[in-house]
């Protein structure tokens, strides 16, 4: 019997010892985590992401220096109007009136140019059918579209484009014969179109109104 109490006063002694290290918080213990249901959820906080306002000042590159003030002044008078969104649309024009130009699609040219460009288009090609010549071109790339100059004249807006493009350009006869051009060989055009608008008005669409060669 007095073993016993000897022994069970070293396991208390023992016990006590242990509680003293192991159950004893030093401050750098870390916390066990939560079961999930008992977690707090996580909430993610939208991170604050600062726009710039988009510029309304030309484009310094596609814009040459003659040109800015007169695009400055189609901008006052037309909130509308973007130089890049032009700029492409110029592009599609260019490409769309050269093709019906050459493959003599007057209806296509009726709306894309103004009365007198439109009537020299038709002579041209009348002139080409007469002689039983057909083109077979095709524009390869456009190098370079720039606005050149310019201008707001009354509620008219004119702008003009230099377009650097290669074209490929074959003539035949009426023998289906190459009689001018290469099939191979692009040629470096260098061509300046004039476009009008008349602002504020129903009709969205910009309209050839001159063309020359740079």
Known sequence: MFLLVILAMIAGFMAL?????????????????????????????????????????????????????????IIAADSNFDVAQFLQGAQAAYRMILEAYWQGDEEQ??????????????????????????????????????????????????????FDADIVAITRDAESVVIAGSMTDAVDTHDVWTFTRTLKSNDPNWKLADTDEA
């Open 17 to 73: 010892q242990l509680y003293r290290v192991l159950g004893k918080r030093t401050g750098h213990e870390q916390p066990l985590p939560k079961p999930a249901e008992d977690r707090t959820p996580l909430t993610l906080v939208p991170r604050t992401v600062e726009t710039i306002a988009e510029s309304r000042e030309p484009a310094s590159r596609l814009v040459e220096p003659r040109a800015e003030a007169g695009v400055r002044t």
């Open 109 to 162: 040219l009726d709306w894309l140019t103004q009365a007198e460009v439109r009537d020299a288009f038709v002579a041209a090609i009348a002139e080409r059918k007469e002689a039983g010549h057909t083109l077979e071109n095709r524009v390869v790339s456009i190098e370079k579209a720039v606005i050149s100059d310019a201008a707001l004249e009354g509620k008219v807006a004119r702008i003009t484009v230099r």
